[in-house]
């Protein structure tokens, strides 16, 4: 199972972009999936997450601005970014937790990393 994520670019303050992530692979399903997003010299830091069932949470510095939603038929999750600013210039990773089945149809639970989209926001 793999995620790829697309969608990053240069934009101006004040612009929108769409980021997109999908999963793929064989014999698994995914619960939770999310994105974080990491500035230079800074942690890594929770931007969004939504449940299987459609639920989002978004932290503070982007509620409002941001919508987090999925396609569960494709096993997508996207980050709609409205109003941008220059401090949300940053490497966006998506995340995704996950359940696949061995060849023993045996459980393994886990969490997948996206590669990382970079997001520019010029002043």
């Known amino acids: 199972v793999q995620l790829q994520a697309s969608g990053g670019g240069l934009v101006q303050a004040g612009g929108s972009l769409r980021l997109s992530c999908a999963a793929s692979?064989?014999?698994?399903?995914?619960?939770?999936m999310g994105w974080h997003r990491q500035a230079p010299g800074k942690q890594r830091e929770l931007v969004a997450t939504?449940?299987?069932?459609?639920?989002?949470l978004y932290a503070d510095s982007v509620k409002g601005r941001f919508t987090i939603s999925r396609d569960n038929a494709k096993n997508t999750v996207y980050l709609q970014m409205n109003s941008l600013k220059p401090e949300d210039t940053a490497v966006y990773y998506c995340?995704?937790?996950?359940?696949?089945?061995?060849?023993?149809?045996?459980?393994?639970?886990?969490?997948?990393w996206g590669q990382g989209t970079l997001v520019t926001v010029s002043s």
């Open positions: 692979g064989s014999r698994f399903s995914i619960n939770g």
């Open positions: 939504i449940s299987s069932a459609g639920v989002p």
């Open positions: 995340e995704a937790d996950y359940i696949y089945y061995n060849s023993r149809d045996e459980p393994v639970v886990g969490r997948l």
